[in-house]
């Protein structure tokens, strides 16, 4: 019988039938970070049990360390220091490794998980972060789960989940010159919803997608929780080999020319079956930015938002209340509107080919004197290659602040934040209430267009900010 | 965890799409590492009359008296979307809450849900809205049966994986259970270092 890609690695991991649709499945990679990697291994310690395979499970400082410079253990919320000594200690204690403060290695649990090279095509990796589908974007079977799965999967090595359904998301053609990953995912999510692909395995396919670099299919497979899948996958292809070869945690030698072999075999078979399929032309695609206060709530940059009762999938409670915490009118031009801060950083967006372009926008210019601007780079690495090219220096000139590695102010665990009623362009992918601050107004859209808002001080398209020649 | 057969409580409706795992649990709400603490975070956003603060809003639900001993509620589709934070089940459970019924929910948030004890509960829109109208007079859900009873006797049926259910009835801790197979788990472990020794650090090809 035809088989998808997600059927493929399913099958290889199943250890046993649970029944009812339920599996034993093994997991091949736990990944960790401080927020909750402390409390899952300390509560897995007090109950008993110990980690299955160290070597096979990895911590990172991201979500609570403090981002910036000159950082310790120390953060703004007074008790962020504990969350990081906890999780430090206890992934010592379990004998995983660590990426801690101070490691070049460090950064945002999937931004340094592709680029060591812990995820590989056709393997299991869990994380109790949503976010954790991104690392689909290399053939994976990632996502995101809960600190008590996390302490099932540490312990056993498995996990028992009831069996996903698919979905396969196809986007013919080419993106038009100028927008990228995070519109097309913002505009996904305008089409079919917060909840569109809701429990379901998401495989992008289809000629815009194989033309997507790896760190652009990352920003896309990132906000497939966002639709409320389970996860989202990319078929692995040369690009993802050529991206994989020679990490730190990549098989090396032999073994690699095997991992090879057996990642090409790891496509959907051509008349596999999907329980969805929804298709769509890239070119289709504009600039996009959010409205609201759900990801859903996304529209193509230079439209009013929506008047109350517009709007398909919220009702019109819903947009009143969006609206009225957003500052915004019923039928308001978006374009224009002033902006008081710009962040460009996060899982979604804060690679070192995100700050290039970026940078590119900025160079010789400098942001509005009004806004408050902050680069956060997703990893210790990143940071320190876009050193080497001398981008921190334009972020620099143009007034950004230049951070250190970590998820930082895409939310607020180490507690430093927006302030109330601050309008915010942010590279990130949650636009919640009171996501990035208590009452900050937060509008998503591409690191293009927050730098090109940051500089005129207004939210703007990209197009209008020429890079200079 | 405390096994779950039959309940009957207060419901509390906080009928709204979409409510995410940030508003059941901000993050500035997590201050200790651990699971427990967490009761007067949740909703935090939405319960007080100030950020930071712990002054009730009157006009939040869980803030009336009528739905002040609420240990089910009642809400919109894709509850628990967002953040996967299990912060945001444990908040509800310290809170008193035993089961949220929902039109849809975030499956992270379901599996958090089921591995704390909370019934997550499927029913449609329609259902929901009308569980509400009867509130606060006490509904009952019954696991054993998959059935929710509205304290008027109108009865729905509700779907639940069985592995869910299960481990919600008996209260079950997933770690052990699982380690029974520790045989079978060894088993597959080794023929998987054979089928895809890359996978594996330390192995050779």
């Known amino acids: ?469 | 965890m405390t096994p779950f057969t039959t309940w009957t409580a207060v419901a509390a409706p906080l009928l709204r799409d979409n409510v995410d795992t940030d508003a059941i649990i901000p993050s500035r709400e997590i201050k200790s590492v651990g699971k427990t603490g967490l009761e007067d975070g949740l909703f935090a956003g939405w319960r007080y009359t100030q950020i930071g603060g712990r002054e009730p809003d009157p006009g939040f639900v869980l803030n009336q008296p009528a739905y002040s001993d609420a240990q089910f509620l009642l809400s919109g589709t894709n509850f628990g979307c967002g953040s996967s934070r299990e912060h945001a089940a444990w908040a509800l459970a310290d809170y008193g809450f035993r089961a949220v019924v929902a039109p849809s929910f975030n499956p992270i948030f379901q599996g958090n849900c089921v591995r704390n004890g909370i019934v997550p509960v499927v029913q449609p829109a329609g259902v929901v809205a009308q569980l509400a109208d009867e509130a606060p007079d006490p509904m009952t859900i019954d696991l054993v049966a998959c059935k929710i009873r509205a304290s008027s006797g109108a009865t729905w049926s509700f779907e639940i994986g069985e592995e869910a259910r299960h481990m919600l009835l008996k209260g079950l801790d997933a770690i052990a259970l699982t380690l029974l197979r520790r045989a079978e788990i060894d088993t597959f472990l080794a023929g998987d270092r054979r089928r895809r020794p890359w996978i594996y650090p330390g192995a050779t090809a």
């Open chain 1, 1 to 469: 019988m035809a088989k998808t890609l997600f059927d493929k690695i399913w099958e290889a991991h199943r250890i046993a039938d649970l029944g009812d649709g339920a599996a034993l499945i093994a997991i091949d990679r736990v990944l960790l970070h401080e927020r909750t990697g402390g409390v899952a291994l300390q509560s897995l310690e007090s109950a008993g049990y110990s980690v299955l395979a160290p070597e096979r499970a990895f911590a990172t400082m991201d979500h609570v360390v403090d981002t910036r410079p000159g950082r310790t253990d120390e953060t703004l919320m007074p008790t962020g220091k504990n969350f990081i000594v906890a999780t430090r200690e206890a992934a010592r204690k379990a004998g995983m490794t660590m990426f801690d403060i101070g490691d070049p290695r460090q950064g945002i649990v999937h931004i340094i998980s592709p680029e060591q090279g812990i995820i590989q095509p056709g393997s299991t990796l869990v994380c109790p972060d949503s976010h954790t589908c991104s690392q689909g974007a290399l053939g994976g079977l990632a996502w995101g789960i809960g600190s008590s799965e996390a302490e099932h999967a540490l312990a056993t090595g498995t996990l028992r989940i009831q069996k996903p359904g698919t979905m396969r998301i196809t986007v013919s053609g080419q993106l038009a010159r100028g927008v990228t990953a995070k519109d097309l995912a913002l505009y996904i999510l305008e089409q079919i919803g917060a909840a569109g692909s809701r429990g379901l395995v998401v495989e992008y396919a289809g000629t815009a997608i194989a033309a997507l670099d790896i760190d652009q299919r990352l920003t896309l497979c990132n906000m497939a929780t966002e639709l409320g899948a389970f996860t989202a996958i990319i078929a692995p292809d040369d690009t993802t080999f050529a991206y994989l070869e020679g990490r730190p945690f990549s098989p090396q030698g032999a073994l690699w020319t095997q991992a090879v072999e057996a990642g090409r075999a790891l496509s959907s078979d051509v008349d596999a079956c999907f329980d969805r399929e929804w298709s769509m032309d890239a070119s289709d695609v504009a600039p996009m930015i959010t409205w609201g206060t759900s990801p859903q709530q996304a529209m193509r940059l230079g439209a009013p938002v929506p008047r109350t009762g517009a709007s398909t999938r919220d009702t019109p409670e819903a947009v009143v209340r969006a609206l009225d915490y957003m500052g915004l009118k019923p039928e308001q031009e978006i374009v224009g509107l002033k902006i008081d801060a710009a962040f460009i950083g996060s899982c979604t967006n804060s690679r070192v080919s995100d700050l290039r372009r970026v940078a590119e926008i900025l160079r010789g210019k400098h942001v509005a004197p009004h806004v408050r601007a902050i680069c956060v780079p997703g990893s210790s690495q990143v940071r320190l290659a876009a050193e080497a090219e001398g981008l921190d220096q334009v972020f620099l000139d143009a007034g950004f602040e230049w951070r250190e590695a970590g998820c930082s102010m895409c939310f607020y665990a180490g507690g430093e934040s927006f302030g109330p009623q601050e309008r915010v362009i942010s590279s990130t992918n949650r636009n919640f209430e009171s996501r990035q601050g208590p009452g900050t107004r937060t509008h998503l859209a591409s690191p293009e267009t927050v730098a090109a808002s940051a500089i005129a001080g207004q939210i703007v398209s990209p197009a209008h900010s020429e890079p200079t020649p």
